[in-house]
């Protein structure tokens, strides 16, 4: 396997409950290494822009809604295929599907405050992390 990148983000809900330290060791415990992290406040346009593939979809709006209800943190990590891997220990969308042991059964309020994102293809990884950082901030 080879060493590649990819996107994550800590959701509102995990931020307000002060979790951000748990979901990143859990992903550092699952073998992936954080290689660029900031805090963040997503503002409305940067939430409708980031999900506009689902704008047709019914659930859009309160999507960007609770994407900018509070602080995110967004991260690049890396490891050995860092997408399944990301995957893997983020578990199902919903948490009630999800297996014992990964971030959205341990840590998730419902099917949408599910705690954390995390890209669905390298394709889709190199796009979010270019969406949210620039060459420079992402030291490996």
Do not use: C
Not at 3 to 23: E, Q, Y
Not at 118 to 136: L, M, P, Q, R, V
Request: hydrophobic share 40%; net charge negative; aromatic share 8%.
């Amino acid at each position: 396997m080879a060493v590649t990148r990819t996107f994550s983000i800590i959701k509102p809900d995990a931020t307000r409950r002060n979790l951000t330290g748990a979901v990143t060791k859990m992903l550092e415990e699952a073998g992936l290494r954080v290689v660029a992290s900031k805090r963040i406040q997503m503002s409305e346009d940067q939430a409708k822009k980031f999900y506009e593939v689902h704008a047709e979809r019914p659930f859009y709006g309160e999507l960007v809604d609770f994407m900018t209800s509070g602080p995110v943190v967004v991260q690049v990590l890396e490891g050995e295929d860092a997408v399944k891997r990301n995957r893997d220990v983020m578990g199902a969308t919903n948490p009630a599907d999800a297996e014992d042991g990964t971030i959205r059964k341990t840590y998730a309020e419902s099917i949408e405050a599910n705690s954390v994102h995390g890209s669905d293809s390298d394709e889709n990884a190199a796009n979010e992390i270019d969406f949210f950082f620039s060459k420079d901030e992402i030291v490996g």
